[in-house]
Structures are given as structure tokens and as C-alpha cells.
């Protein structure tokens, strides 16, 4: 939706970190998610963020959160072939998420 | 525990024909969601309902209904299917301020 933004395309090589930008508008926003779509799947919870916090790390995920700037990022280490996805950005407003357009993530070899 | 279980998983229709995407959960969540997904548009909200017995239009409500029929099951019709309305829907659930939990998704065409 026109309320977040993200990069359509990100390419890395495999062993290397991705790192996935989104923006969002709605400064009341409580929770911030990122969710990664395989190709012919459904949306996977990947990692949330609360909007009261600045980072939160979980194995290879790193979330950071500029809240002044309303700025998200998703950081994934050592990025694998099974990284390969779409990755999506998403903010809760009242009762529903508004998500952004995804960033498709190609890992080479 | 099968989480949201959406069906069809595929459907044909030709232009003016109708239909309904049934949509189930097991989670006692008490909020239930339909978007669709386009290439280049990420996810676009449909309809949604915040409670049972509550319905919402969402961002692109147009040539689509809904019913709530209980607390596990949140359908969507189209009663005149268009071409314009060939896309993958999602059905999804949740609490207020947890996670949500998707369907695997309905490929719908309209020819």
C-alpha cells in the first residue's frame, strides 16, 4: 500500500548480509512485522517489532527501528539460497495491516 | 492445529460468473482479514472484521461481499467476477497486538 515503502529488488551473494529498507507513515503504529513469501506460498511470520523498541535481534535476523524517521530495516546474515523470497514490510493500524509492495531477494551463488 | 485453511486452492471463472472463497481458522482469534495480491502491489486489504458479527470495507472493497458466519469463519463472494479481479487471495487471523496467521492462498483467473 502507498503508506509503506520498500525496494523491489535486492541481489546478494550467498554468505553476505541483505539488508531490506521499508518506510512507513503512520507514527501511531503499535507493531512493525516483516513477513517472507516463497515462491507459490502464503506470508510467513518472519519477526515483529514493537514500537517502542529500536532493535531486536533473533538468530540471523536483525530488526532496527528509527522511529523519529519512520524507518525499518531487516537485516539477514550470512543470507542463504533458502533466503530467497519476497520480503515484506508491513505496520498495525487499528485491527489490519498495511503492507508494502515486497522486496523480491535473489541470493547468487 | 491447522492454522487458516483457505479453499479453493485454484479456480477458473468466466466473466460474470459468482462465487465464494471460504476461509476457517482454529485459533479462537477474534479478527479475520481478506486481501489480494498483485504483482507490484504488495498486499491490498478487502474486506476485514474486527469481531464476529462485524464487517469492514478496506482499501479496495469494490465488487466483493462478505459474511462473518461465526467466530471461525470469514467468507468472501464475488457476485459478478471481471478479469480485473484475477489475483491470489489471502485469508488471515488475528489477536489484538499478536501476529498474524495467513491462508495459503486462493489463485484465482477470470477469464
Known amino acids: 500500500g502507498e503508506d509503506v515503502e520498500q525496494s523491489l529488488f535486492l541481489s546478494v551473494r550467498e554468505g553476505d548480509s541483505s539488508v531490506i529498507n521499508c518506510t512507513y507513515t503512520?507514527?501511531?503504529?503499535?507493531?512493525l512485522y516483516w513477513y517472507k513469501q516463497e515462491p507459490g506460498a502464503g506470508l510467513q511470520l518472519l519477526t515483529y517489532?514493537?514500537?517502542?523498541?529500536d532493535m531486536k535481534q533473533d538468530q540471523r535476523l536483525t530488526v532496527l527501528l528509527n522511529k523519529k524517521d519512520k524507518h525499518l530495516s531487516l537485516r539477514i546474515a550470512d543470507t542463504q539460497t533458502g533466503d530467497s523470497a519476497i520480503y515484506f514490510c508491513?505496520?498495525?493500524?487499528?485491527?489490519?495491516?498495511?503492507f508494502g509492495a515486497g522486496t523480491t531477494v535473489t541470493v547468487r551463488a | 492445529n491447522a492454522g487458516v485453511t483457505q479453499t479453493p486452492k485454484f479456480q477458473v471463472l468466466k466473466t460474470g460468473q459468482s462465487m465464494t472463497l471460504q476461509c476457517a481458522q482454529d485459533?479462537?482469534?477474534?479478527?479475520m482479514y481478506w486481501y489480494r495480491q498483485d504483482p507490484g502491489m504488495g498486499l491490498r486489504l478487502i474486506y476485514y472484521?474486527?469481531?464476529?458479527?462485524?464487517?469492514d470495507k478496506g482499501e479496495v472493497p469494490n465488487g466483493y461481499n462478505v459474511s462473518r458466519l461465526n467466530k471461525r469463519e470469514f467468507s468472501l463472494r464475488l457476485e459478478s467476477a471481471a478479469p480485473s479481479q484475477t489475483s491470489v487471495y489471502f485469508c488471515?487471523?488475528?489477536?489484538?497486538?499478536?501476529?498474524?496467521?495467513f491462508g495459503s492462498g486462493t489463485r484465482l483467473t477470470v477469464v
Open positions: 472484521s474486527a469481531s464476529e458479527g462485524t464487517t
Open positions: 488471515a487471523s488475528s489477536d489484538r497486538g499478536g501476529g498474524y496467521t
Open positions: 503512520d507514527s501511531s503504529s503499535t507493531y
Open positions: 485459533m479462537n482469534h477474534n479478527s
Open positions: 508491513a505496520e498495525s493500524g487499528d485491527y489490519k495491516l498495511s
Open positions: 517489532i514493537f514500537s517502542n523498541m
